[in-house]
C-alpha cells in the first residue's frame, strides 16, 4: 500500500503557525533534554555501584517494560479521557518520580533497587503520555500534516538530545550522577506547564463526531464499547491490516537492537573502547545515537515521496545491519562515533515512518489504542528483551558478542521485510 500523497509544500502553511503546536514543540523539546540527561546517568549510576552488565541492562529494560505490562490499557484510557489532562497529570507525577533519587542520595539511602523502580515508575508514567500524544497531534495539526508533524518533532527532540547527553557527560564530571537527575525533574515540570497551555480543543473547533460503525443504524447513537472489547478493537484493527503488521513486527525487531545497543553502550565503552568512569566521552556516544535521529527526520520525508512504507524498511534496515557490524568490532571510539551516528539515522527513519504510517491509516477513536499496542509490542517487548538478552550474553561470552544480538535482530527485520515486499509484488 503506497504511503499517502503528501500536500503541494506551497499551499501548507507552516506548522509553527498553529499555537496549539507551537507549544507541543516546545514541550517535547523541553523534556527530550532533560530525559537525555537521565539517559546517560542512570546506566553510569548503576554502573558505578554495581559493575554489573546485567544490572545496567536491567535499568535499560525496566524504562520500557510498562510498555508490555500497562500497553493495552494505557491506550483504552487515553481514547475515553480528556487526553491533554492525561499529559499533564502524567509529567507532574513523573517530575515528583525523579526527584525521589537525588533526594534519597542527600539522605544516604539510596539503592540500586529504588533506581531500578523509579526507571520503571517513570517510564510507565511517560507511557501514558505517549498514548494521549498519538491521538493530541492528529487533533493538533490534521491528518494532512502528521508526517511533517512527526518529521519536525523527531528531528527537534534528536537536535535537543544531542545537547542533553553532552551536558550528561559535564555534568558527570561536577556532579554525582544522583544530582544530575534534577535537570529532568525540572523538565518534566515545564513540559506538563506547556502541555497545560495547548488547551482543549487546539485547533479552536469542536471535537469530530465519534464514527459510526457500519452494522449500526445512522439513527442509533454509537456507544464506545465496554474496556475489554475496546482493548480488543484496538488489537483487531491492528493485526488486520496487512501494511501495519509487517511494520509492527519489523519494528519490534529493531527495538530489540536498540535495546541491546543502548543497554550495553556503557559496559562497551569501559571494555572495548577504554572509556571509564566517568570519562565525558561516554557522552559524545550517547550524543552520536542522538545526533543521527537529526538526519533521520530530515531524510524520511524525502523517502516516502518517492517510496512506500515497506520499501522504507528496504533502504534503512540493511544499512543500519551493515553500521552494526561496524560498531560492535571497532575498538576506535572516534569510529565508533561516526558508525553510532549513521546507524542512529536509519534506525530513526524506520521508527517515525512506522508511527507516521500507523496514525495515517488509524481512524480517530483508536488512535490510542492501536497505537500503543503497536508501540508495547515494539518498545515493550523489543527493548527490554534486547537489553536482557544482551547483557546475559555479555556476562556469559563476552561484550562482542552481546553487542552482536544487536546485529542479528535488524538483519531479521530485513530479511522479513524483503520477503514481505516479495510477497507483494508476486501478489
Known amino acids: 500500500m503506497p504511503a499517502p500523497p503528501s500536500p503541494p509544500t506551497s499551499s501548507v502553511p507552516p506548522l509553527t503557525k498553529i499555537r496549539g503546536f507551537r507549544f507541543f514543540l516546545l514541550s517535547r523539546v523541553t523534556s527530550a533534554l532533560g530525559s537525555a540527561v537521565t539517559s546517560v546517568v542512570l546506566p553510569v549510576l548503576v554502573y558505578q555501584q554495581t559493575r554489573s552488565p546485567l544490572l545496567v541492562s536491567l535499568v535499560a529494560a525496566a524504562g520500557t517494560l510498562p510498555y508490555l505490562l500497562f500497553g493495552l490499557v494505557a491506550g483504552a484510557v487515553a481514547d475515553r479521557v480528556d487526553r491533554r489532562r492525561l499529559m499533564v497529570t502524567a509529567d507532574g507525577l513523573n517530575a515528583l518520580c ?14 540500586v533497587g529504588q533506581v531500578i523502580a523509579v526507571a520503571l515508575l517513570s517510564s510507565s508514567l511517560c507511557l501514558f503520555f505517549d498514548a494521549g500524544v498519538y491521538g493530541l497531534v492528529p487533533e493538533v495539526v490534521g491528518k494532512e500534516n502528521i508526517a511533517r508533524a512527526n518529521g519536525l518533532l523527531y528531528g527537534a527532540e534528536s537536535t535537543v538530545r544531542i545537547a542533553g547527553t553532552s551536558l550528561a557527560g559535564a555534568l558527570l564530571v561536577l556532579l554525582r550522577p544522583s544530582d544530575a537527575l534534577v535537570v529532568d525533574v525540572v523538565s518534566f515540570a515545564a513540559s506538563g506547564l506547556l502541555v497545560r497551555a ?11 463526531a465519534p464514527e459510526v460503525p457500519p452494522e449500526v443504524p445512522p439513527e442509533v447513537p454509537f456507544q464506545e464499547p465496554g474496556f475489554v472489547k475496546s482493548v480488543g478493537e484496538g488489537l483487531r484493527f491492528l493485526w488486520g491490516h496487512p501494511v501495519l503488521r509487517v511494520l509492527t513486527v519489523v ?7 536498540g535495546g541491546a545497543v543502548v543497554g550495553q553502550l556503557v559496559v562497551h565503552a569501559d571494555r572495548v573502547l577504554g572509556i571509564h568512569g566517568t570519562d565525558p566521552r561516554i557522552g559524545f556516544l550517547y550524543t552520536a545515537w542522538s545526533a543521527g535521529g537529526i538526519g ?3 531524510l524520511l520525508p524525502l523517502l516516502r515521496r518517492r517510496l512506500d512504507p515497506l520499501r522504507i524498511l528496504l533502504v534503512a534496515l540493511p544499512a543500519g545491519a551493515a553500521l552494526g557490524v561496524v560498531v560492535v568490532f571497532s575498538a576506535d571510539w ?18 517515525v515512518n512506522t508511527m507516521t504510517y ?8 483508536l488512535q490510542g489504542r492501536v497505537n500503543t499496542t503497536r508501540r508495547m509490542l515494539s518498545s515493550g517487548l523489543g527493548v527490554p528483551l534486547g537489553a536482557l538478552v544482551a547483557g546475559a550474553l555479555t556476562a556469559r561470552f563476552g561484550i562482542h558478542t552481546g553487542m552482536s544480538a544487536a546485529v542479528v535482530s535488524v538483519t531479521a527485520a530485513a530479511l522479513l521485510a524483503l520477503r514481505s515486499q516479495g510477497e507483494r509484488v508476486r501478489a
Do not use: C, N
Not at 198 to 208: E, F, M, Q, S, V
Not at 358 to 365: D, K, L, N, S
Open 98 to 111: 525523579l526527584a525521589t533519587v537525588p533526594l534519597a542520595a542527600v539522605l544516604g539511602v539510596l539503592t
Open 198 to 208: 495547548i488547551g482543549r480543543r487546539p485547533r479552536g473547533a469542536a471535537d469530530p
Open 251 to 257: 519494528g519490534t525487531l529493531q527495538s530489540f537492537a
Open 296 to 298: 533521520g527526520a530530515l
Open 334 to 351: 572516534r569510529l565508533s562515533v561516526v558508525a553510532l551516528t549513521l546507524w542512529g539515522s536509519a534506525y530513526l527513519v524506520v521508527l
Open 358 to 365: 500507523a496514525q495515517e491509516v488509524t481512524p480517530p477513536r
